[in-house]
């Protein structure tokens, strides 16, 4: 079992930057592929990035490469999402999730309870 807490959500201005943490229990962290998704009101939970548990491999859609990066302490048993320049669009729920078959996170094994980022002038 593998309980995820996110934080570091919040309201920002568009072009700001924000980091967002997840903290994992359990001993298990560094066997588990960790990513982020987010959920917009109104739309379906979408893929955010995704980190290998090895931390060499990273995965991310177009609408956030060269603005997001995803890391990963595997001593800290914490998992880690630089948003800069960010834009209202990016306004969501932001869920922590875990795979541990999967490095792209193609299937989700646990989630966070999520943490809200708003991005608003």
């Known amino acids: 079992q593998v309980q995820l807490v996110e934080s570091g959500g919040g309201l920002v201005q568009p072009g700001d930057s924000l980091r967002l943490s997840c903290a994992a229990s359990?001993?298990?962290?560094?066997?588990?592929?960790m990513g982020w998704f987010r959920q917009a009101p109104g739309k379906e939970r979408e893929f955010v990035a995704a980190?290998?548990?090895?931390?060499?491999?990273?995965y991310y859609p177009e609408f956030v490469k060269g603005r997001f990066t995803i890391s990963r302490d595997n001593a800290k048993n914490t998992v880690y999402l630089q948003m800069n320049s960010l834009k209202p669009e990016d306004t969501a729920v932001y869920y922590c999730?875990?795979?541990?078959?999967?490095?792209?996170?193609?299937?989700?094994?646990?989630w966070g309870q999520g943490t809200q980022v708003t991005v608003s002038s």
């Open positions: 359990g001993r298990t962290f560094s066997f588990y592929a």
């Open positions: 999730a875990a795979s541990y078959s999967y490095s792209d996170l193609r299937e989700v094994d646990y």
């Open positions: 980190i290998s548990s090895s931390g060499g491999s990273t």
